[in-house]
């Protein structure tokens, strides 16, 4: 199988706990032909979509330590097309970039791409919990998403708890998430006009109903076509709101309970549909905060509290996928080649 990792750029990667890393080693691991690229690696040439790729260069014995591998691995730099590979795998951090898409649309009937073109495009930032049909907020927190500063002050007045979570509409890693109070109001409008107006267009904002139990921490459950295959307990460091482990939180070993199960399998085939077949979502006291689609982390760590491989899982995926399409391609040429002989 040829495989392309869309990705931020191979020096930067820490093996110790890096999610992607774990991906492209069992890629490499199963002899499957393994290329790297940014998304700023993008070309086009007469309507064909390439990419500068660094490709692993294949050896009889790939280093089973994660960190050996990353220190021994070598690379050709080669121009490819991207129609030629059998899956792309996203992997770059928020916030997405609009123009890779652009690229990836001229091939999607050719390749799988994981998450799908679509899914990436309306999953993208913390809006797609909205999506989810649930009226009455038994699964997602009450929301609220807007650029204007009178109209949120006037959320969070009205608010029936004293505390809220503001956090930006695309940041990850924790980064912008702070708790307001009422009784800060004074200082909240300033605070508003800082997080919308820091560039010329304005940022959307995210009030959000505080999540009891917040304290105790946060659940990452990995999910993969729809079912969970992992999970772990973040713990957020002492007077920290934010559980992400970017923002100091431990983690702990977590077994899914009754009501995390449910939420799995409520929004389990919606994620499907929607072509996010591997995501990581973030799960306070059975309501889902977050749906992460675009480069999930979390693989070494519940693969530590577990003893799992959840790359394996993953890369198996990928695997059934492009070989069921194999299939149908080969069952086609089979009939086109009969009609034609009849
Ligand atoms: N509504 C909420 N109630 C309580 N805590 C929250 C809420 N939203 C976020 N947090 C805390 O902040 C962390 C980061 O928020 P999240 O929405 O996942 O953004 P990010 O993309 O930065 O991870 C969460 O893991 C959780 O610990
Ligand atoms: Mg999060």
């Given at each position: 199988?040829?495989?392309?990792?869309l990705?931020?750029?191979?020096?930067?990667?820490?093996?110790?706990?890096?999610?992607?890393?774990?991906l492209?080693?069992?890629?490499?691991?199963?002899?499957?032909?393994?290329?790297?690229?940014t998304?700023?690696?993008?070309?086009?040439?007469?309507?064909?979509?390439?990419?500068?790729?660094?490709?692993?260069?294949?050896?009889?014995?790939?280093?089973?330590?994660?960190?050996?591998?990353?220190?021994?691995?070598?690379?050709?730099?080669?121009?490819?097309?991207?129609?030629?590979?059998?899956?792309?795998?996203?992997?770059?951090?928020?916030?997405?970039?609009?123009?890779?898409?652009?690229?990836?649309?001229?091939?999607?009937?050719?390749?799988?791409?994981?998450?799908?073109?679509?899914?990436?495009?309306?999953?993208?930032?913390?809006?797609?919990?909205?999506?989810?049909?649930?009226?009455?907020?038994?699964?997602?927190?009450?929301?609220?998403?807007?650029?204007?500063?009178?109209?949120?002050?006037?959320?969070?007045?009205?608010?029936?708890?004293?505390?809220?979570?503001?956090?930006?509409?695309?940041?990850?890693?924790?980064?912008?998430?702070?708790?307001?109070?009422?009784?800060a109001?004074?200082?909240?409008?300033?605070?508003?006009?800082?997080?919308?107006?820091?560039?010329?267009?304005?940022n959307?904002?995210?009030?959000?109903?505080y999540?009891?139990?917040?304290?105790?921490?946060?659940?990452?459950?990995?999910?993969?076509?729809?079912?969970?295959?992992?999970?772990?307990?973040?713990?957020p460091?002492?007077?920290?709101?934010?559980?992400?482990?970017?923002?100091?939180?431990?983690?702990?070993?977590?077994?899914?309970?009754?009501?995390?199960?449910?939420?799995?399998?409520?929004?389990?085939?919606?994620?499907?549909?929607?072509?996010?077949?591997?995501?990581?979502?973030?799960?306070?006291?059975?309501?889902?905060?977050?749906?992460?689609?675009?480069?999930?982390?979390?693989?070494?760590?519940?693969?530590?509290?577990?003893?799992?491989?959840?790359?394996v899982k993953?890369i198996?995926?990928?695997?059934?996928?492009?070989?069921?399409?194999?299939?149908?391609?080969?069952?086609?040429?089979?009939?086109?080649?009969?009609?034609?002989?009849?």
């Amino acid at each position: 199988m040829n495989i392309l990792f869309l990705m931020d750029s191979w020096d930067k990667i820490d093996p110790e706990s890096d999610s992607t890393i774990r991906l492209i080693h069992e890629g490499v691991s199963r002899k499957h032909t393994v290329a790297l690229a940014t998304v700023h690696n993008l070309t086009m040439r007469e309507s064909s979509a390439l990419a500068f790729c660094q490709v692993f260069v294949k050896s009889d014995t790939v280093p089973a330590n994660i960190k050996t591998f990353y220190t021994k691995a070598r690379f050709r730099k080669v121009k490819l097309p991207l129609g030629g590979f059998d899956a792309i795998i996203m992997r770059s951090n928020p916030p997405l970039n609009v123009t890779a898409l652009n690229f990836l649309d001229s091939v999607r009937d050719d390749v799988f791409i994981m998450n799908d073109i679509d899914g990436l495009r309306i999953a993208n930032n913390k809006l797609y919990t909205s999506s989810f049909d649930d009226p009455h907020n038994r699964f997602i927190p009450k929301t609220y998403v807007s650029k204007t500063p009178d109209y949120l002050e006037s959320v969070l007045e009205a608010s029936a708890t004293d505390k809220m979570i503001m956090k930006p509409l695309d940041g990850y890693g924790g980064s912008g998430v702070i708790m307001v109070e009422k009784q800060a109001i004074a200082s909240f409008h300033s605070l508003l006009e800082f997080y919308i107006s820091n560039n010329d267009r304005g940022n959307y904002v995210i009030l959000q109903e505080y999540v009891e139990g917040a304290e105790q921490g946060d659940v990452r459950i990995l999910m993969l076509n729809g079912d969970p295959i992992g999970a772990m307990k973040r713990i957020p460091a002492s007077g920290e709101v934010r559980s992400n482990v970017h923002a100091g939180g431990s983690v702990v070993k977590h077994s899914l309970n009754k009501t995390e199960k449910e939420l799995c399998k409520l929004i389990g085939p919606k994620l499907v549909r929607d072509g996010l077949y591997f995501v990581g979502i973030d799960v306070i006291n059975g309501k889902l905060i977050e749906v992460n689609v675009l480069s999930p982390g979390g693989i070494m760590r519940i693969n530590k509290l577990n003893r799992t491989k959840l790359q394996v899982k993953v890369i198996d995926f990928i695997e059934n996928v492009v070989n069921a399409k194999e299939t149908i391609q080969a069952r086609k040429t089979e009939f086109m080649k009969a009609i034609e002989d009849a």
